[in-house]
């Protein structure tokens, strides 16, 4: 778990482990979901299905206190809001990157 999600959720919930495992197991599986959601979207230039998909991920990152997947979703809204195709490519890859460390 990031250190910065396992920070958040002990203050949330009070160190109970099981229920900030279980929370962060559902984050993860969210973003690897989203991800491939996103390529479609962009794939498709569905601006509004990825700005959709953005503040999701954007939410499921707030609810675990994930600040650096937070402030590149963001970035994606405001990317898929203008439809920019490839500065949205290069944000997809760095959600990528940061999921990696989930």
Do not use: P
């Amino acid at each position: 778990m990031k250190a910065c999600c396992e920070s958040y959720l002990k203050e949330q919930f009070s160190a109970d482990t099981e229920q900030m495992d279980e929370i962060y197991t559902l984050y993860v599986e969210s973003i690897s979901e989203k991800l491939f959601e996103a390529d479609k979207a962009v794939a498709e230039q569905d601006w509004t299905a990825l700005d959709h998909v953005a503040h999701t991920i954007k939410g499921n990152a707030l609810a675990t206190g994930d600040t650096d997947m937070v402030n590149t979703a963001i970035q994606l809204r405001s990317s898929a809001q203008l439809h920019e195709r490839e500065q949205s490519e290069e944000l997809i890859v760095q959600l990528k990157e940061l999921a990696k460390a989930l």
